[in-house]
């Protein structure tokens, strides 16, 4: 008589939710010979027919199989928790944590979350959302994911949040321009001139409100998603952008140059924030998430821009 194994009924779990041994084997990421003799094996140390096979429609699980499926997956939770607890033991965070990240942070601020935390945490689980801001802070409040990074300035009153780095707004201008000799340039200079912003929302709406705080109306230009597109339509002298944070590297992905200048008009303050539910659980992998975001981004880290 085999020996009966976890991975049999890991096995036989897939297959008993799947309905048939090649969608369990796409889904374990295995040979379907491999789900197969996995069955046979398990109904041979168990002396009990488990599963009727057909090639036409699937598999089909026999009464004993039905009650050794629900089994089968008591057992398999409770492996995960025995695992789960050993980490715990050994000072490691386990579990899922779920983030959410404002598009336009995501280049600067998830690669080094996720590579800390895969290097450092590899039995904690990540699962990553983005989107507008308003979005990732109705998944907060809907209990969907764990904290967001967004500006301080899209905000919702009744968060709880964490200052993680100061921002502020920035020109982006083609290296041809004609203030393209100036450190700081005030909004005004600009106002005759298109204006390509973003369309995510709220970072259009907060962009547009600063400018006319500075008296200038928006000369109404292209409006894209995407960060690099503005960048390279910026340097194409199609028109200039008023964005937070600046990359490495003044060139757009076609090689055409860009200049970052300093705006001269008074800005209210700005800041990147790890937000979450306020007077919710502060977890040790949300704790973690802060420090490090704190630590890696922060005024005496690697600086969003």
Not at 179 to 196: F, M, N, T
Not at 259 to 264: L, N, T, V
């Amino acid at each position: 008589m085999k020996e009966l194994t976890l991975r049999q009924l890991q096995y036989f779990v897939a297959v008993a939710e799947k309905g048939s041994i090649s969608d369990a084997a796409r889904a374990l990421h295995v040979s379907p010979g491999a789900v197969s003799q996995a069955l046979t094996d398990l109904e041979s140390s168990l002396a009990v027919q488990l599963t009727l096979r057909r090639r036409a429609t699937g598999v089909t699980l026999t009464r004993a199989g039905r009650l050794a499926a629900d089994q089968a997956r008591t057992i398999l939770a409770e492996t995960e928790r025995l695992r789960d607890t050993a980490h715990v033991m050994r000072g490691e965070l386990v579990g899922t944590l779920r983030i959410g990240c404002f598009p336009t942070l995501s280049p600067w601020l998830l690669p080094g979350i996720i590579a800390h935390f895969t290097h450092e945490h590899p039995a904690l689980r990540l699962e990553i959302a983005e989107g507008p801001s308003d979005e990732l802070q109705q998944q907060l409040a809907d209990g969907d994911i764990d904290a967001c990074l967004l500006y301080s300035a899209h905000l919702r009153p009744g968060l709880d949040h964490e200052r993680i780095a100061p921002v502020r707004l920035r020109l982006m201008l083609p290296a041809n321009h004609r203030l393209a000799d100036r450190d700081e340039i005030a909004l005004a200079e600009l106002s005759d001139e298109p204006a390509i912003l973003t369309s995510l929302r709220p970072a259009r709406d907060l962009v547009e409100n600063l400018m006319r705080h500075a008296g200038v109306e928006p000369v109404a230009g292209w409006s894209m998603a995407n960060v690099e597109t503005i960048r390279a339509m910026v340097a194409r002298g199609l028109g200039y952008s008023v964005l937070m944070g600046r990359p490495h590297g003044d060139r757009t992905y076609d090689g055409l140059p860009l200049i970052y200048r300093r705006i001269a008009d008074d800005l209210p303050e700005n800041a990147v924030v790890l937000a979450r539910v306020r007077g919710g659980q502060t977890t040790a992998a949300l704790k973690a998430l802060t420090d490090f975001c704190v630590r890696e981004f922060g005024e005496a880290g690697r600086p969003v821009q």
